[in-house]
């Protein structure tokens, strides 16, 4: 069986064509796990119908004791899934309607732990979204080194998990994280050996959109939460000295979008854990960039000073 996860919040006028896209499925053998993060608009009227056509369907409330956001419901979603193998999906994206049968076929077809496979953008009623690809190149042969800087990638929604090999690494969403989740998540599987098999073919459809949680305001304290942990593992996971450097740079620069939110209780907060991680140029620019968001807080100018003055090697995270 496949146990498909979705998280949801306020996508009732969406999340119908992606469960029709579940129910269009050419294998027959899954069921559909959805976890609501309390929703304050018809997401329950809508779901219910698809309760009462399919019984593969089951829908879930989490528990409120729980942080909001995605991350913290596919883990509590986890705990309900029934499957052997695990996709999780987001609750505004569309399945093509052979990939649970071409995933499950090429995961049994050896030692694999998970798929990944290409995922494309799509806008309503025919428009050009922004990229066509989550990413054109899918692997490589320094994997972990090239996902890191984005020169491969693939969506959350792209791959089929084995249970048996997440839950043998305790691989989980960090619950912390609103955005950058997938990101980090990715990496520890890759940091644990997880083995996967490629399919190059587009089994999902990414809907571009307004209210995207990639489109999030304020990503940095996520961002810089994630790249700070990837420093602290940069041996386990062996970084090269090219991408050790990029995220001391977007080290910094999430540091800078920091101070730019005026949320200066975090800069303070990362301005001594940083101390101890950064190469003494890059804490030159930690302590700049602070005694400038100080000023920025308290006076509303300044702003210009809270540029980085390092190169610009910025890559986005999805």
Known sequence: MISVVIPTYNRAHLIGETLDSIMAQTYPDWECIIIDDHSTDSTDDIINTYLFKDPRFSYYKKPKHLPKGPSASRNYGLTKASGDYINWFD???????????????????????????????????????KKEYWNKNLWSDDPINDFIIKKIGWSVNSSLWSKTAIQGIDLEFDPDLITADDYYYHILALKNALQPIIIDEKLVKLREHDNRLNDLNKKSPYKLKVFTQLIEQKAELNLSHEVENKLYIMIVRQFSNLLKNRDLTLAKKYRKELKLLLPIKYNAEINRLYNYGILFYLTNRFYKKLKVNKPDNEFEIK
């Open 91 to 129: 609750s505004d994206d569309l399945m093509h309607p052979e990939k649970m049968q071409i995933d499950l076929k090429m995961i049994t077809s050896g030692k694999y732990d998970f798929t990944i496979s290409q995922s494309k953008f799509f806008k309503q009623h025919g428009a050009k979204p």
